[in-house]
């Protein structure tokens, strides 16, 4: 490619990986280059042959060392021009070393949380050879039954940009060429997270207004952040399958954002554009994404079989061919992978090491949120208890506790529970054990006799339920998200022993807990925590480590009010306590009164079973004074919110300090609050301290009616507090 058909698009000279890959693309034949284009699944096919005639360009799930430098020798000594492989990986929540589920690790509402996570997942991948992630996956959603919820960061867009930002500086460090960088990959390109129904792989429908305002600021943030690559969601948009859609690749990716780095397709995705009903054939699909920018083809080899005669017959020009190529290479040169294409084990540190341990353990405790303590049930005391009764299938089970889609970690890595809790109780106290179901999803009651027994003779009964991992993640949506099985019987059968009940939930997505919510004293809500869960739940339980996560997605009371979050708009009819009736409230024979004439169900009211923001401490924080710099600002200022926050408990604590803001009128209707600012502040028993946010008048930019980003001047409501409830407010205006 000549290298003056990029500087004519664009003012800024070409780097050094850029120039490298235009004279590189000048050297290869179309083949070379289809090849290049095409990324096949390894797993143990030989690939030999065909890397060698230059037909790849790319490999995932081949993670066996030797294999992989077995193909970067073939790719770098016998094929024409010895162009290195991308090996790609799905690396969602560590490697060999598993962290909490990302949406458990964005219920730490810590960017350190998720930059050394994915840190340590990148190092411990790129000693197998794998140089690039599928990951973050920071698609937005607001629906629980979406079994991929699991691998996101929640519903909010500014929390998603926060922590998807982060998890892109862990993946690929301070440069790509680091030998334990490895490239990332923001997915999945987009709208995926609102597929209709939480359906996995449906249709999404999404307004162009909400598009911008809700689903493409995380991806605008991962791109900020460097992100090197996209990849298409399996999903269509608006009746346009993503990999098809020349208006997400090409107008807002490219032309919009200036993306310069490479577009993968989806699993098989070039080849669904015709089971869509999109396309008539694999050769229409091929002239499909190609026109919409789609770089590379996952899985699938249309490239391969329809580009010659595609180009042959003019309907693709090779310019634009060589533009897709060239993303490719270039960042083949920006890893270095010419220079350095072999990886050396022992150049890394061992995986499962102690200080990746302890960081999946902190990333565990930062992640479990503490959704309900009557009466101060925790921390349990280790000296005070004579007995514990341990209780559930989610106890003791290594595997279960990892989360969905891990192919590198293993359970016999793991810490379990149990393990954890008889390593803590020592002499101390006795722990009994029943797993009461053989399965989270077992409907027998078979085990629960022993398990109700066992609760009968003990001080507390820690019952941890949940889900198992395969409930959740692609693929696996729910219609119901209750606790399956037989597990609800199990916990009123030990509630009614009157032995007090700690719940531990373990699960991929937020679950409806109402049915269970007054049998149990204290709930933990853990997520699948990854390798390191039991010490972590096990250290907060009994006081050891403080419980400061708060969710990153609202909870439900039943399933019927998906979609539930708090940046909701208000509607011309919005809900109040005092407007709303209840079904059993409701007289015999009413008369069509209106009931209050607003928005909400009639057996779930208006508000979630625990809000977006929500987590409790083992202490109690105090919001107060708060402070705005000025009454107005203009336009283009910067005004500071402040407020104190005070720990008023005895011990030493870590609270998330939430900003929300309202934007009175708009263009279009504004959300009733949109989180703007979050910061973690430590505070010792009894201190106080200012919290400040400074927000410029850009960041209260929103896309208007013309999808012009617009900061309008009006009034402002702006709230600071610790959840989306927050009462503590003030109001400011922005001048003309
Ligand atoms: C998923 C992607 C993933 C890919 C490769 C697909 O089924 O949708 O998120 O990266 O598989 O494993």
């Not at 190529?325 to 090491?353: A, S």
Request: proline share 5%; hydrophobic share 40%; glycine share 10%.
């Amino acid at each position: 490619m000549p290298q003056s058909s990029i500087t004519a698009k664009r003012s800024y000279p070409l780097s050094s990986s850029e120039a490298k890959a235009c004279s590189l693309l000048e050297q290869m034949t179309l083949e070379e280059k289809i090849g290049q284009m095409s990324q096949v699944n390894g797993g143990g096919w030989n690939l030999h042959d065909a890397i060698r005639n230059g037909h790849i360009g790319s490999v995932l799930n081949e993670v066996d060392v030797e294999k992989v430098n077995e193909l970067q020798r073939i790719a770098m000594q016998e094929s024409r021009l010895g162009i290195p492989l991308l090996i790609g990986r799905d690396v969602i929540h560590g490697f060999k070393t598993i962290f909490p589920i990302p949406l458990g690790q964005a219920a730490s509402w810590d960017p350190k949380v998720l930059e050394q996570g994915a840190a340590i997942a990148a190092t411990e991948a790129a000693s197998t050879g794998v140089n690039w992630t599928f990951a973050p996956m920071i698609d937005i959603t607001r629906d629980p039954r979406w079994g991929r919820i699991a691998e996101s960061l929640g519903e909010d867009p500014y929390l998603c940009g926060v922590l998807g930002a982060a998890m892109v500086r862990g993946f690929q460090g301070n440069q790509l060429s680091d030998s334990n960088s490895i490239a990332a990959c923001a997915k999945h390109f987009v709208g995926y997270g609102a597929v209709e129904g939480g359906l996995d792989y449906n249709t999404a429908n999404i307004p162009e207004n909400e598009l911008r305002n809700v689903y493409l600021p995380p991806f605008k943030q991962a791109l900020n952040a460097g992100v090197a690559t996209f990849m298409a969601s399996f999903s269509d948009l608006n009746g346009v399958p993503a990999a098809g859609n020349e208006f997400l690749m090409r107008q807002i990716l490219r032309e919009e954002w200036c993306f310069n780095g490479f577009v993968v397709s989806d699993w098989d995705a070039i080849r669904e554009l015709t089971v869509h009903g999109f396309t008539a054939n694999d050769r229409d699909a091929v002239l499909e994404a190609t026109n919409a920018g789609i770089n590379m083809e996952m899985a699938s080899s249309l490239y391969k079989d329809h580009i010659p005669s595609l180009i042959a017959e003019g309907k693709i020009e090779e310019a634009e061919l060589d533009s897709l190529v060239f993303g490719i290479l270039k960042l083949k040169f920006e890893l270095g992978l010419f220079d350095n294409p072999y990886t050396d084990p022992g150049q890394f540190p061992q995986p499962v090491n102690p200080d990746h341990l302890q960081a999946a353990r902190d990333a565990a405790e930062r992640s479990c949120v503490l959704l309900k303590n009557d009466h101060q049930m925790l921390p349990l005391s280790r000296d005070a208890l004579g007995s514990v009764a341990v209780i559930g299938p989610l106890a003791d089970d290594g595997y279960e506790q990892l989360g969905t889609w891990v192919f590198d970690g293993e359970a016999h890595h793991s810490h379990t529970c149990l393990q954890a809790v008889h390593d803590l109780a020592g002499d101390a106290f006795e722990v009994r054990w029943a797993s009461g179901m053989s399965s989270s999803r077992s409907r027998d009651h078979d085990g629960h006799h022993e398990a109700v027994k066992i609760a009968a003779e003990s001080d507390v009964a820690i019952m941890f339920m949940g889900e198992e991992s395969i409930l959740s993640g692609e693929a696996h949506c729910r219609a119901e998200i209750d606790l399956p099985g037989s597990q609800e019987a199990l916990i009123n059968e030990v509630a009614a022993t009157g032995t007090s009940i700690v719940l531990v939930v373990m699960a991929g997505r937020p679950l409806t807990l109402g049915s269970v919510l007054d049998k149990v004293s204290a709930i933990l809500y853990a997520w699948h925590p990854g390798t390191m869960g039991g010490p972590a739940i096990i250290d907060l339980l009994f006081g050891v480590a403080m419980p400061s996560g708060k969710l990153p997605v609202s909870f439900p009371r039943l399933v019927g009010q998906v979609p539930i979050y708090y940046a909701r708009k208000n509607t011309g009819r919005p809900p109040s306590h005092e407007n709303i009736t209840h079904i059993d409230e409701i007289d015999g024979r009413a008369a069509q009164t209106s009931l209050g004439m607003s928005a909400f169900h009639l057996d779930a009211g208006f508000t979630p079973q625990f809000p977006f923001g929500f987590g409790l401490s083992y202490t109690h924080f105090d919001y107060r004074e708060f402070e705005r710099s000025a009454e107005s600002i203009a336009m283009g200022e910067t005004i500071t919110l402040s407020a104190t926050v005070q720990n008023c408990g005895s011990r030493e604590a870590e609270e998330v300090v939430q900003l929300y803001i309202r934007d009175l009128a708009g263009n279009v209707t504004r959300p009733v609050r949109e989180l703007k600012g979050f910061r973690r502040v430590p505070l010792a028993p009894g201190e106080s301290k200012r919290v400040s946010f400074e927000i410029h008048t850009d960041e209260l930019a929103f896309h208007n009616r013309k999808m012009e980003l617009v900061t309008e001047p009006g009034g402002f409501h702006a709230w600071i507090g610790g959840d989306s409830n927050a009462h503590l407010w003030t109001e400011f205006q922005i001048r003309e």
